[in-house]
C-alpha cells in the first residue's frame, strides 16, 4: 500500500527565504505526482502536477522536482512570501488500479507560515 | 465555469440521522471522488467514480454510499450519521485517464453530535 509522508508537519520562515517542502512516497510505481496548496478553511488548489517521465515542472517562484528512483519530490520555494502561508500537501497516482486519476494517495502536509 | 461545487457548507446533524451531501461540476469530467479530511490523518479516499453508473468503493467506503446518475452530480449519502464521520468532506474532479489534474471543491464540514 502507497504511504505518502511529509515531514517536519510545520514550518516558520522569515520573509525572503528560498526554502524546499519535502514529500517522500514508498511505492516508486506511480504514474504523477501533484502538489496542492490548502489555505485555513478551504479546498485545495493544484500547483504542480509531475509526470513520472518527468524530472521538474516550473510556475513562476515554484519548482517541483521528482526522483522516483528514490521516492521522493520537493517543492521549492522561491524569495518567500507572508501570502505564501498555507498547508501543502503532496499526493500520487499509483499507476496499477482502474480508474487511478480518480485515486490520489495523499501526504498529511506541511503547514508553512512566512513571518514578515 | 463554476468548477467543482460543494453544497451545504456547513452541516449539524444528530446520530442516527441520514443526509447527502452534493457535489457538481461542469468541466465535462469524467472522474469524480469523495475524500474525507481529519486532523492527523489526512486526505483518506471513500469513494470513487469513473463515469456515470460506475462507482467503486475507496479506503475508507463503510457507512457512505454514493451513485452517480449524470456526469456532473455525484452525491455522498451519510446513511445513519455516527460522530465518527465528524469530518471536512472535500468532492473533487479530474477529465479522465492521463496526465490530468484533480480539482477540488471548497468543503462541506460536518458536525455529528
Known amino acids: 500500500k502507497q504511504e505518502v509522508t511529509q515531514i517536519p508537519a510545520a514550518l516558520s520562515v522569515p520573509e525572503g527565504e528560498n526554502l524546499v517542502l519535502n514529500c517522500s512516497f514508498t511505492d516508486s510505481a506511480i504514474y504523477n505526482l501533484q502538489w496542492f496548496r490548502q489555505d485555513p478553511g478551504k479546498g485545495l488548489t493544484s500547483l504542480l502536477l509531475i509526470q513520472s517521465s518527468q524530472r521538474e515542472q516550473t510556475s513562476g517562484r515554484l519548482n517541483a522536482s521528482l526522483d522516483k528512483s528514490s521516492g521522493r519530490s520537493t517543492l521549492y520555494i522561491a524569495a518567500s512570501q507572508p501570502g505564501d502561508s498555507a498547508t501543502y500537501l503532496c499526493?500520487?497516482?499509483?499507476?496499477?488500479?482502474?480508474?487511478?486519476?480518480?485515486?490520489?494517495?495523499f501526504g498529511k502536509g506541511i503547514t508553512l507560515s512566512v513571518r514578515p | 465555469n463554476a468548477g467543482v461545487t460543494q453544497t451545504p457548507k456547513f452541516q449539524v446533524l444528530k446520530t442516527g440521522q441520514s443526509m447527502t451531501l452534493q457535489c457538481a461540476q461542469d468541466m465535462n469530467h469524467e472522474y469524480m471522488s469523495w475524500y474525507r479530511q481529519d486532523p492527523g490523518m489526512g486526505l483518506r479516499l471513500i469513494h470513487y467514480?469513473?463515469?456515470?453508473?460506475?462507482?467503486d468503493q475507496g479506503e475508507v467506503p463503510n457507512g457512505y454510499n454514493v451513485s452517480r446518475s449524470t456526469t456532473e452530480d455525484f452525491p455522498l449519502r451519510l446513511l445513519s450519521a455516527a460522530p465518527s464521520q465528524t469530518s471536512v468532506y472535500f468532492c473533487?474532479?479530474?477529465?479522465?485517464?492521463?496526465?490530468?489534474?484533480?480539482?477540488f471543491g471548497p468543503g462541506t464540514r460536518l458536525t455529528v453530535t
Open positions: 499526493a500520487v497516482r499509483g499507476f496499477r488500479d482502474t480508474g487511478a486519476n480518480s485515486k490520489l494517495t
Open positions: 467514480s469513473v463515469g456515470a453508473g460506475i462507482t
Open positions: 473533487a474532479s479530474s477529465y479522465g485517464e492521463g496526465p490530468y489534474e484533480q480539482y
